[in-house]
């Protein structure tokens, strides 16, 4: 009983360890495309009534490349790093309890199967896992949007203002100025983006047995396995997060204009569908494809940094456990 409850809490710290790295690493990136994905950024570059029609791969790089440069130019380093405060209170909870809710879902599917691991078993462990991150978690990523989008307000001795100052102080003025449901806003669109994760996690395990399990385990490696182990599992998160994130692209950006801030105190999206709408009639379908290159460059080395962190630290403190429980049943 030991052993098992143990290996079930170094999932949940290893989930939240890998989400923390991999959110460090790729912030700038993040910040880019939830820029790309907003009204705000979009009106900024372009003139009302000139809608989105095509981009092609070769715009998006340039504009990412831009946004960059701008926001160096302009905010600084610190610009970067914009709600990463937010994201990584977000991020550790989120990726543990994604984590740990996937793999004891699986087990519990797997037996309710009568003890084959199917397709269909990781189908509902992802999705069941998506559901309960995204109800729990939404809030915090509400806040990483709004940080992220705010602008200078003015200037006071100086120095530039801005709305929110920090995390709770921009969760206090949605809670007076919007209430509870403030903090909820998107969350249609995240239920729509669980879609993405079943999806990841579906394609990461048939991947995974595919291009992991014919190499054996090398003693003198990470975590007991060898490095073409480890190339293997790195690659199967990475192809494994952009044929995800290609297919479901586009609730990314309903979910970044549903948790965007009112202007002149109007919401202009209301709902997903109304969302979805309104933005393929005034900037055309490429709309929804906003910061896609920025996103996919964050996003597929992120899940390749998170899941050789979570992998990692799964097989080596479960491999250590796994032999003082021998040598305590041996001695």
Request: charged share 15%; proline share 3%; glycine share 10%.
């Amino acid at each position: 009983m030991t052993s098992k409850d143990s290996r079930s809490y170094i999932h949940f710290i290893a989930g939240g360890v890998g989400g923390l790295i991999g959110a460090v690493c790729t912030s700038p990136l993040d910040v880019v495309k939830t820029r790309l994905q907003s009204t705000f950024y979009q009106q900024a570059i372009r003139s009302p009534s000139k809608k989105i029609t095509t981009h092609n791969i070769l715009s998006h790089f340039a504009e990412t490349g831009r946004l960059l440069i701008r926001i160096k130019q302009v905010e600084g380093i610190r610009g970067y790093f914009k709600g990463l405060g937010p994201n990584l209170v977000g991020v550790i909870p989120a990726r543990s309890i994604n984590f740990y809710t996937y793999g004891n879902g699986k087990k519990l599917y797997t037996e309710l199967n009568q003890g084959k691991e199917t397709v269909g078993v990781h189908l509902i462990s992802a999705a069941t896992a998506g559901i309960i991150t995204s109800t729990a978690t939404n809030p915090i990523w509400v806040v990483k949007t709004r940080l992220q989008l705010q602008q200078p307000v003015g200037t006071k001795n100086g120095m530039m203002t801005r709305r929110y100052t920090n995390s709770l102080d921009c969760t206090l003025h949605i809670l007076k100025e919007e209430g509870i449901r403030g903090l909820y806003k998107g969350m249609s669109a995240s239920y729509l983006g669980v879609a993405e994760g079943t999806i990841q996690w579906v394609t990461y395990e048939h991947l995974k047995k595919k291009w992991i399990a014919p190499h054996h385990h090398d003693e003198n490696s990470i975590g007991g396995k060898s490095i073409e182990g480890w190339i293997g599992n790195i690659g199967a998160a990475a192809v494994a997060k952009l044929v995800a994130a290609c297919i479901t692209y586009p609730h990314e950006v309903i979910r970044t204009r549903l948790r965007q801030p009112a202007e002149n105190g109007i919401h202009k999206y209301t709902g997903l569908v109304q969302c979805l709408k309104l933005v393929a009639k005034e900037e055309g379908i490429g709309a929804l494809y906003g910061g896609m290159t920025a996103h996919l460059l964050r996003v597929v080395p992120n899940a390749a940094i998170m899941f050789f962190c979570y992998e990692a630290i799964v097989h080596t403190f479960g491999d250590q456990q796994q032999q003082q429980q021998q040598q305590k049943v041996t001695s």
